[in-house]
């Protein structure tokens, strides 16, 4: 999908999709609370969303842990790397 972009810039890009925001809106400091349209069904679809752009998949602890952009970006990095 992103495939020539780094991986905050295509995570920002499910980022924008999923939770329908503008990509120019403060997506790197968004976290599960400071969003409305970050709820639980929201939380599920960016995860698979980010589970296809990066071909793997999260842990069921991940998913819940995994409640801002930062940590969701270390842990790709993380797990690319793996």
Known sequence: MFETN???????????AVL????????????????KQWDSIGHLCLFMALEEEF????????IAELRNFRSICETIKQLKRS
């Open 6 to 16: 780094t991986i905050e810039e295509r995570v920002k890009q499910i980022f924008a």
């Open 20 to 35: 329908h925001m503008k990509t120019s809106d403060d997506i790197l400091n968004a976290t599960y609370d400071s969003l």
């Open 55 to 62: 071909d793997f998949e999260f842990s069921p602890n991940q």
